[in-house]
Each structure stands twice: as C-alpha cells, then as structure tokens.
C-alpha cells in the first residue's frame, strides 16, 4: 500500500474492496487481537486491520476489546481496573479456553508492527480520542489510521479538537442525514461505516451507495457476526458465505460496490476474490 497517495487513489489501483481483518486473523491457539494474530492477518493479504483498545487504570493503553476480559483472559477483573504491571503477568486464552503463552499486547507495539504496511483501523476510539491520538502520533501512523465514532456531538467535537487530520469513518444505522454536516466540520471525513440489520435498509441501497460515491466518500461494510441477535449485514455475512454460497454473502456484499469488507476470515474471501476475478 502506498501511504503517499491518498486512501481514494489506493481504493480506485485497487479495483476492488479493502480486505479488513477484524481483530487481526486468529484461531486454534492463536488469540485475537494478538502481535501473531496481526503477523498472520499481514501475511495472508490483509489491506486494513482492525484493534480495539484498552487503557489500564494507570493509563497505559494495550490492544483488546474492552469487557471481554472474563472470555478472553478468563479474568474476573477488567483492563481498566487494572494497573498495567497486573496486566503484564496475564496470558491470553486460546479458542479452548486455554491459557497460551501470548500477552495482551501494547497499542504502541501494534502500531509499530503494522507501520508502513497496511492500514489501521482503531476501534473504540470515543473511549479516549485524546489518548489514543497521542499513541498514533507518537508511533508516527497518522496517515494510516482510520478512526471511527458514532456520530454523537461529544464525539464529534473530540475529533474535531484532538485527531481533525486522521481519517475519520462514522458509524451510521440509518440513510444519510449527517454527511453534510459532516463534511462542514474540521474533520478527515473519507467515509461511513453502514450497519443494516435488512438488506433493504436505505444505507445500503444502490442509491445511497451511489450518493456517497459522488460525494467522493467511502463505503465500509462488515460480513463479520459477532452477536446474532445484533445483525450489521443483513445476514450477507461470513457465515452465509461459508457454508450456504460466498456469491449470496461476499459477493453480495461486492456487487454493492462497497469500498471496504470487515471479515472474520481473510484468506476465503481474498481466494474468493481472485476467483471471481
């Protein structure tokens, strides 16, 4: 990826969507959101990876998805109720449940793995935009990072003062109504994240995609699930791809012409991708 060139020029050499890896490419013993599972994701092809981040309660900032602490560590005490010198002597637990020989990871030691490689999607970033932008700049990924909040004035105005150079992609349920406001304010606006339970919601119809495009904006999209009861796809998802048809779920999701697809399983869809080529 050529972080000279703007995120738009990368997107059209491409000719095709981002393939994001979410929480990096994990399984078997490999955890999720873990220096190996970033390792991997950037080995199979990944052109985003996505991190969530944590803070101790001493304010050190590491690489985890916040209240997933008792799956994940098999902790009954959470990151932030933590100093970091506690965290230290955690391990993370693999897909048995088992405890492996990985450590939660510092989000520094994320950045500088994944600097200069691909790009860096930092979840949970209204948990703390001025920290966690002090942690991006100070590992030098600014032009990177893409950041995301929901669309809540707070959070806005926190973007505005702390990360208005960072691309910024807002999560967004509903048909456009903020873009223009958006696009007024002191922020990277390069995109939306969609979230649509039905495939006939109007965020992901043919004419608000197209809107968005002549807008010079991007689409992100995810076929991953994390919660059935909670569907962000209108069910053109993973799961659907693996074992009804990929056509019925990544290529859905494809047709649509959506600029990113957030995945739970890298190597299957970039195969499916070459394929369909």
Not at 19 to 29: E, I, K, P, Q, S
Not at 64 to 78: Q, V
Request: proline share 3%.
């Amino acid at each position: 990826m050529d972080f000279a060139k703007s995120i738009f020029e990368n997107r059209k050499e491409l000719n095709r969507p981002f393939l994001v890896a979410h929480r990096g490419v994990c399984g078997a013993n490999i955890p999720c959101n873990s220096i190996a599972a970033y390792k991997i994701a950037l080995s199979q092809g990944a052109d985003v990876v996505e991190i969530d981040v944590s803070k101790t309660k001493d304010g050190k900032y590491y690489v985890f998805h916040p209240w997933m602490e008792p799956i994940f560590l098999r902790s009954k005490k959470y990151i932030c109720d933590m100093t970091a010198a506690e965290l230290e002597n955690e391990r993370l637990v693999n897909q048995d449940g088992v405890k492996t020989s990985y450590k939660v990871p510092t989000l520094y030691e994320v950045l500088t793995l994944l600097k200069d490689k691909v790009y860096i999607n930092v979840d949970k970033f209204w948990t703390d935009v001025e920290g966690i932008t002090n942690e991006i700049r100070r590992a030098g990924v600014e032009k990177q990072v893409i950041v995301k909040t929901y669309t809540d004035e707070e959070s806005l105005q926190r973007v505005e003062k702390y990360a208005p150079d960072l691309m910024f992609v807002p999560l967004v349920k509903h048909k456009d109504d903020i873009t223009e406001g958006l696009l007024g304010r002191n922020i990277n606006l390069i995109g939306v994240e969609v979230l649509f339970p039905k495939d006939t919601d109007e965020c992901i119809s043919d004419e608000y995609i197209k809107s968005m495009h002549d807008k010079e904006l991007l689409i992100w999209a995810n076929s991953i699930i994390y919660n059935e009861d909670d569907i962000i796809n209108g069910y053109h998802s993973d799961d659907v791809s693996l074992h009804t048809s990929p056509d019925q779920g990544w290529g859905w999701l494809i047709d649509k012409n959506v600029d990113f697809i957030q995945t739970d399983w890298l190597l299957m869809l970039k195969q499916y991708m070459e394929n369909r080529k």
